[in-house]
């Protein structure tokens, strides 16, 4: 199982960007997984971002809430994490899970940069 991450780059405070992750390989339905993003910037821990369950529960974390959405297509294997108004201290690698009650599979992970 490969999942992978793609849409990340350079953008100005305030501007947008759209994450997606794609999952690929013999996972078995994909509707059935749950689905994270985490960051992790330079001598931070990991956080974990925003979430969406496999019943289409979506949580996030505070500092996110208003300014990202998350979203799974189901017939695409993909999630997406639409960002905007993007702030300096949004600047981090961000990985998605996709998770089960017995499997786990992480993305490579990519860059946002948040800098003018």
């Known amino acids: 199982v490969q999942l992978v991450e793609s849409g990340g780059g350079l953008v100005q405070p305030g501007g947008s960007l759209r994450l997606s992750c794609a999952a690929s390989g013999t996972i078995g339905s994909f509707s059935t997984y749950h689905m994270t993003w985490y960051r992790q910037a330079p001598g931070n821990q990991r956080e974990l971002v925003a979430s969406v369950t496999a019943g289409g529960t979506i949580s996030y974390v505070d500092s996110v809430k208003g300014r990202f959405t998350i979203s799974r297509d189901n017939a695409k294997n993909t999630v997406y994490l639409q960002m905007n108004s993007l702030r300096s201290e949004d600047t981090a690698v961000y990985s998605c899970?996709?998770?089960?009650?017995?499997?786990?599979?992480w993305g490579q992970g990519t860059q946002v940069t948040v800098s003018s």
């Open positions: 899970r996709l998770f089960s009650a017995t499997r786990a599979y």
